[in-house]
């Protein structure tokens, strides 16, 4: 068995680099973003593309049966709806983000969103599903993507789906109508 003798000044290089490596293995690793980490969605069609709201926003899905309209109120509001004794207004996405419009029918249902502020239902022309997304393949939506419905979009997937910022719909004070009775304007 071979042995080295040490110099007296090797002591302190090993120290040195003995120190350094105990901070850097005492320093909090930095997190990254996980791979297994989704977005649980609720996936619905709109005219003839596929969106999705984030499933935490959904409190349930009703079939599309009984509103009453109401006048004087913006083309977006497509009326009122008795859920269980909770009167709930009913919007058309369509025509707030200025898609083409279709007819009402059997297939159309009523998505329930709330936030801490809201509650209100999204007209769907056809309920496809839930499904999780993971959130690396959630892109942020194209500069060329324009008009009213561009700021209430959370981001794109490669396979066009196109993820609706719940939060941010919700938030919008255009889809409150504030009218007297004496008044005819909204705010």
């Known amino acids: 068995m071979k042995t080295e003798n040490k110099s007296a000044s090797s002591l302190p290089d090993e120290r040195t680099i003995l120190n350094a490596r105990a ?7 930095e997190r990254a973003p996980e791979a297994h980490e989704f977005l649980e969605i609720v996936e619905f069609r709109l005219a003839s593309e596929t969106y999705g709201l984030e ?22 509001v497509l009326g009122l709806a008795n859920v269980r004794g909770q009167i709930l207004s009913i919007l058309d996405l369509k025509i707030f983000f200025n898609l083409p419009a279709k007819g009402l029918g059997e297939l159309n249902k009523m998505i329930i969103v ?18 999780s997304v993971p959130l690396e393949a959630i892109r942020t ?47």
Do not use: C, M, W
Not at 60 to 72: A, C, H, V
Not at 114 to 125: H, S, T
Not at 163 to 186: C, M, P, R, W, Y
């Open 55 to 76: 499933s935490k926003f959904v409190r349930e899905i009703q079939p599309l049966k009984d509103f009453t309209p109401l006048p004087g109120v913006p083309p977006f």
């Open 141 to 187: 939506p194209p500069s060329t993507v324009t008009g009213i419905g561009a700021k209430y979009l959370r981001g794109v997937t490669g396979e066009g789906l196109i993820i609706l910022d719940a939060d941010k719909i919700l938030g919008d004070e255009t889809i409150i109508v504030h009218q007297n009775a004496d008044e005819s304007t909204f705010s």
């Open 114 to 131: 709330r936030n801490g502020r809201l509650e209100v239902g999204i007209l769907a022309d056809i309920i496809l599903g839930t499904r």
């Open 23 to 29: 901070r850097a293995l005492a320093r909090e690793a």
